[in-house]
């Protein structure tokens, strides 16, 4: 019998249906039957030019020929994307990919492929997710997909990328919780009682032994939270008087413009004296207490010490972020208000919006001092302190 051509055999697959235009026949190959649908010409619904539909089913043949299971293809791509991307966002976006393909396990019976991502496949798994977790994580979690998807593209295994089509669709959008800072009087108890529960932690192995300069290093430089927990001994200039955010074998910097310098406060030059006393340059400077490489959390510790100091606010560490910039936009420099480039630089960011928009708080306590500084100290002591300095 003679071998159908490939022409021959594109054109047996492919079926007019009225009203609706060209669809293809992929049953065989583990696809079903679906529209053949053109992204490139921005053309809505299934094609309607048999010229350009016969293009399209000609890649999606191709494609499904070649068409990966999505969870041996996560692998793949989560492990290139290791070599760039820090551990942490890799493990998230593992665990977001996950989610994703146990949810197709169930939805399809089977294990899911490439072309089985499609938008109706992404606004079921939206539908299913959105009452279980916050829009933010749903968001991590379709932000690790579409960035899988958007590789497969490139790679020649799926024909586009669903994801914002289907986030488009449903009018996504990611409700944000308001943000939250400590005043000075509450970042000094926190303080406070770290130090305490640093000397308890000598009875109790299991506990973190270094909460108050890890808190401190986040509250005296505005650091986030990975820059802090991957800090080395040698990041901590004290004879130059700075901090130094940088690129190392344990911590990266998504952006250029993270690397940067913070001045060394005499409060974190104090705290930090007694701590490094005994470490080598390139020790990390808050190493885990249960497998001595980074931190991952301290989430724990600090729903602990919010409760000791009655603290009614999130336990996340990204608090002494904004309330360094909080607190450092009200200090002085030689005499003036600080500017706020100067803080956005400090902060790590480029340009002044994030500092306007999003970390520029206002404190109740009106600290006008030449640092950054957290008393336990009511506003009249801090004034007097302000003007005799």
Same mark, same amino acid.
């Given at each position: 019998?003679?071998?159908?051509?490939?022409?021959?055999? &594109?054109?047996?697959?492919?079926?007019?249906?009225?009203?609706?235009?060209?669809? &293809?026949? !992929?049953?065989d190959l583990g696809g079903g039957r679906r529209a053949i649908v053109d992204k490139e010409?921005?053309?809505?619904?299934?094609?309607?030019?048999?010229?350009?539909?016969?293009?399209?089913a000609e890649k999606l043949i191709a494609i499904r020929g070649r068409d990966p299971e999505l969870d041996c293809y996560a692998k793949d791509h989560l492990e290139r994307k290791?070599?760039?991307?820090?551990?942490?966002?890799?493990?998230?976006?593992?665990?977001?990919?996950?989610?994703? &393909?146990?949810?197709?396990?169930?939805? !399809?019976?089977?294990e899911p492929h490439l072309s089985d991502i499609t938008r109706d496949f992404v606004r079921a798994f939206m539908a299913w997710r959105e009452p279980q977790v916050t829009s933010q994580s749903l968001a991590h979690e379709l932000h690790a997909l579409s960035n899988l998807m958007?590789?497969?593209?490139?790679?020649?295994k799926a024909v586009h990328n669903p994801v914002p089509d289907a986030k488009k669709y449903e009018e996504f959008s990611v409700t944000h919780a308001p943000p939250e800072w400590y005043e000075i009087g509450e970042a000094a108890k926190v303080l406070r009682f770290a130090g305490e529960a640093d000397a308890e932690a000598k009875k109790y192995p299991q506990r973190c032994p270094?909460?108050?300069? !890890? &808190?401190?290093?986040? !509250?005296?430089t505005g650091a986030r939270p990975h820059e802090t927990f991957g800090a080395q001994t040698s990041d901590i200039d004290f004879d130059g008087g700075r901090v130094l955010i940088r690129h190392n074998e344990c911590r990266l910097l998504k952006r250029p413009w993270h690397e940067r310098e913070v001045p060394l406060w005499p409060q974190l030059r104090e705290i930090l004296q007694e701590h490094i006393a005994d470490r080598r340059p390139h020790d990390l400077l808050f190493p885990s207490h249960i497998t001595g490489g980074m931190y991952t959390n301290i989430r724990d510790a600090l729903r602990m010490l919010h409760k000791e100091a009655r603290i009614f606010k999130r336990p996340r560490l990204y608090i002494t972020r904004h309330t360094y910039c909080a607190t450092r936009l009200q200090t002085l420099d030689k005499g003036e208000p600080v500017s706020p480039y100067t803080v956005a630089a400090e902060m790590g960011h480029k340009d002044l919006k994030l500092i306007m928009d999003t970390y520029g708080h206002l404190q109740r306590d009106r600290m006008r001092l030449d640092r950054v500084e957290y008393i336990e100290a009511d506003v009249t002591v801090l004034e007097r302190k302000a003007a005799a300095s």
């Open positions: 019998m003679p071998k159908r051509s490939k022409k021959k055999e &594109i054109s047996d697959r492919m079926y007019w249906r009225e009203g609706r235009g060209w669809y &293809i026949d !992929l049953r010409s921005g053309e809505k619904g299934a094609c309607q030019s048999r010229d350009r539909a016969f293009k399209m290791r070599r760039r991307k820090r551990a942490g966002t890799v493990d998230r976006d593992r665990y977001s990919l996950d989610t994703v &393909i146990c949810f197709g396990r169930r939805m !399809l019976g089977r958007g590789k497969a593209v490139l790679d020649d270094c909460l108050r300069p !890890l &808190i401190a290093h986040g !509250l005296l």
